[in-house]
């Protein structure tokens, strides 16, 4: 840094450092989650017990309108997003991203997109649910401007996140460093490169799709409008080729992460690379082709209805192919069970689930039964909180000490997952059933007849012990900030480069660039030192 | 405990979700042929992949148990085992065709409506044509926050359909606003009322009583409140009332002066 460089808070203002970059997004993101979490507690109180009037029906769809928004756009996303910046150009050796300065405006972007969106708060919150459907959100059915908050936040973060995907793929393919050919590209790096690929192909549409709506809302046009010529579907076919792929574009990142995390831990060189590689980029393939399976109650057709079944179920074979692949890094290892560890092995766990019902929603029959309840509900977010938190969770453990140079506690760290574990399934286990037996999703309340109390107080407790155990990881992360113990440039003898690095690193990254020599650079060069010096080492 | 509450996962899913009420594992039936078809189907799928998950579940507990650095100071170097990796592709694919294949030959059950002809007293009582095999239809119209069942004499009713038990019932599915959908669990799966569309659907009750449901879709802020059912009669039953509906509305009219 420069003498008369800005220090201070100026510096974070003024930054385009992708590691300074990476820690705005995560505590923004982190902050976010905060929020869309208590919207979340909000949401599971008012339906702890039938006929509850803690939150009216219009709160409640605001509400749940704010939780979905949230946790898609202003969390899951932009904490993939921070992760990356701060990893991606250190596990390939770079000194910086691509495009510092583009990379600093993507983050400004996110930001301006959710004050946007929380500014609504204090005036008509927008109450159409995270999907939007028409003509819900584009006719007069929704008195204020909250839907028009939406889509702006749609517009902002959407830019942020091409401009971010346009980015990290520059970077990936031309920034490696020497020796670090395709085959050897840390698997972190290559589910950021399938998720990118995908955000530079869904988001434009969704940005056209809001256009349109904010046209319809605002200008008298009738794109989703059926008295006028509209269509209603159209929407939702525009929402949803987006929205999969949205799905891939949250899950992706953390396959990257289990992908590094269960080697280290199991001291064994992850199992079959090329196919964990091969299959991230099937998936973000097939995930193009899968978006009607979100409509399979509209009028579709025969055709339409077998062709998505069939694409959704192909899906299945990458993603089993992957934890087939996980769960065989693990076998006949020396296994360290370390907190990323609990996490990954978490994720493995509740992440399998959900995509067991994944394939069980391909079924257009049993969909039209399940669709719309509390059984998608708990499906997604298997997939999106035991499989991308969770994997937020391995990774803010395991990256933790090169961020900050200090290690967490062990021991509040695999307290919180144990609350974060069996909270969550008492919270979404349960909703299965809730769905099975009749309660549809987004009411803000049910009678005491239907029989569906039981379930839901069970369920609301769950989510309290969840929101506890997440609370206390983020203790864990104010405790460790100023007092965790040190943890030296390599404390968990991991594979990648980001710990060749010092921890934190130095603002150029490296001083100078290790040739790669293989998929594990970090085991090379200790085993280098290790035969260079006299007294030995760890392996 | 890692171990325990894997196990536990694994044994929750092979057992179901731990919760005793109806419905707590299948999809809701006994009303209506289509509904008791999409059951079977659920059952055979939830069978193959509990044992999918449990085999996942195992193995991995046992991986982490069996293989800790204190039982298992030197890690086997592998980096992968194509045959294997190429037998477990094949594996998942041929169950992914399977579950298609199976999934297929299912539908025509559940998507097309029964033909099994009506009782010729129940024809009689309806006056259906083709010895009942077209069987009846009703229009069902959402609008927030009501349902409106719309007979085939012109009569219409909001809320509660009368439904003739025995006959199969074909539903025209439209709305006057914004997207809902139309769900009675028992009766078989949603089918959206979307506007400017229509969707269509089928149920063939088994037997008389009240099936409940309630709007599948977001509909606005009285969502929760969008409740249907249905009230299964017998044909005659079904043939009195509908008259009667019919005549009931059309002395209104008239003496609205319409």
Not at chain 1, 288 to 297: N, Q, R, S, T
Not at chain 1, 407 to 413: A, F, H, K, P
Request: some cysteine; glycine content about 10%.
């Amino acid at each position: 840094m420069g003498p008369d460089e800005p220090r201070g808070w100026r510096a974070w203002l003024a930054t385009t450092d992708h590691k300074r970059i990476g820690v705005l997004y995560l505590a923004t993101a982190f902050a976010f989650m905060m929020l869309g979490g208590v919207e979340a507690l909000l949401m599971r109180s008012q339906l702890a017990v039938p006929d509850n009037t803690l939150l009216t029906s219009e709160r409640y769809n605001q509400v749940l309108t704010m939780h979905g928004t949230t946790m898609v756009f202003l969390v899951v996303m932009p904490l993939w997003a921070g992760f990356a910046n701060y990893f991606v150009p250190l596990q390939i050796g770079a000194r910086d991203m691509a495009f510092p300065r583009l990379n600093a405006l993507s983050y400004w972007l996110y930001l301006a997109g959710g004050v946007v969106f929380y500014g609504s708060v204090f005036f008509s919150p927008p109450e159409a649910g995270w999907t939007a459907y028409t003509p819900l959100s584009s006719g007069p059915y929704i008195p204020g401007n909250g839907t028009d908050a939406w889509i702006f936040l749609i517009h902002l973060t959407g830019v942020s996140s091409i401009l971010g995907a346009l980015n990290i793929t520059v970077t990936i393919a031309h920034m490696r460093a020497p020796g670090m050919g395709w085959n050897r590209l840390p698997l972190f790096c290559w589910s950021m490169l399938a998720q990118a690929i995908m955000i530079i192909l869904s988001l434009p549409v969704i940005a056209g799709a809001v256009t349109l709506l904010l046209t319809d809302r605002h200008f008298g046009t009738c794109f989703y409008d059926p008295a006028c010529g509209g269509s209603a579907l159209l929407w939702q076919h525009l929402f949803w080729f987006f929205g999969h792929p949205e799905v891939y574009i949250m899950i992706l990142p953390a396959f990257g992460v289990i992908s590094e995390v269960l080697p280290v831990f199991a001291r064994k060189p992850i199992f079959g690379y090329k196919a964990i590689a091969a299959s991230s980029i099937a998936i973000a393939f097939l995930s193009m082709l899968v978006w009607a399976h979100h409509m399979f109650a509209t009028p579709l057709g025969a055709a339409a209805l077998v062709f998505f079944m069939l694409t959704s179920m192909t899906i299945a074979i990458p993603t089993g192919v992957k934890v087939l692949n996980w769960v065989a890094t693990l076998f006949r290892g020396s296994i360290v069970l370390r907190t990323p560890l609990y996490f990954a092995s978490g994720f493995l766990v509740l992440f399998t689930l959900g995509g067991i019902t994944g394939v069980m929603l391909a079924i257009f029959p049993i969909d039209r039964q399940v669709t719309d309840t509390y059984f998608v509900v708990a499906h997604f977010h298997f997939v999106l909180v035991a499989g991308s938190v969770s994997a937020v969770m391995a990774a803010l453990y395991y990256w933790f000490p090169k961020i900050t140079g200090r290690m967490l506690s062990e021991r509040v760290g695999k307290l919180s997952f144990w609350l974060q574990f069996v909270g969550f399934l008492a919270t979404f286990l349960i909703q299965h059933s809730l769905g099975l037996s009749g309660m549809p999703r987004r009411v803000y309340t049910y009678g005491a007849d239907t029989g569906w109390g039981t379930d839901n107080l069970i369920s609301t407790v769950g989510a309290f012990i969840l929101a506890a155990g997440v609370v206390l990881t983020v203790g864990n992360v104010v405790w460790g900030l100023h007092r965790g113990p040190r943890a030296g440039s390599d404390p968990w003898k991991a594979n990648t480069l980001e710990w060749f690095a010092t921890s934190p690193p130095a603002p150029h990254n490296f001083d100078l660039v290790p040739r790669v020599r293989s998929v594990e650079p970090m085991r090379d060069i200790r085993r280098e030192i290790r035969t260079r010096t006299a007294t030995g080492g760890d392996r | 405990m890692l171990l325990s509450t894997l196990v536990a996962a694994g044994a929750l899913l092979a057992l179901g979700a731990p919760t005793a009420s109806a419905g707590a594992l299948l999809p809701e039936r006994g009303g209506s042929p289509n509904a008791d078809r999409i059951a079977s189907l659920y059952t055979v799928v939830l069978i193959l992949a509990a044992l999918v998950f449990t085999g996942v579940a195992a193995t991995l507990a046992f991986s982490l148990v069996r293989y800790r650095r204190s039982r298992n100071p030197v890690p086997a170097q592998i980096r992968g085992n194509t045959r294997l990796e190429v037998a477990w592709t094949v594996i998942a694919a041929g169950l992914i065709v399977f579950l298609s294949v199976f999934s297929i030959t299912k539908l025509d059950a559940i998507e097309h409506p029964d033909r099994a002809a009506a009782s010729p007293a129940a024809v009689a009582a309806l006056g259906l044509g083709d010895g009942g095999q077209e069987g009846l239809r009703i229009e069902v119209v959402g609008r927030q926050y009501v349902w409106q069942f719309v007979y085939p004499n012109g009569a219409y009713a909001y809320g509660e359909m009368v439904a003739p038990v025995g006959v199969t019932v074909k539903l025209d599915i439209r709305s006057r606003d914004v997207a809902h959908s139309w769900w009675i669990p028992k009766l078989g799966g949603k089918f959206d009322a979307i506007p400017g569309y229509v969707n269509h659907t089928w149920f063939r009750l088994t037997r008389a009583g009240v099936y409940r449901g309630q709007c599948a879709e977001l509909c606005g802020r009285d969502h929760a409140r969008m409740v249907a059912q249905v009230r299964g009669v017998t044909p005659a039953q079904y043939a009195t009332w509908v008259a009667r509906q019919k005549r009931l509305i059309d002395a209104a009219r008239q003496a609205k002066g319409g």
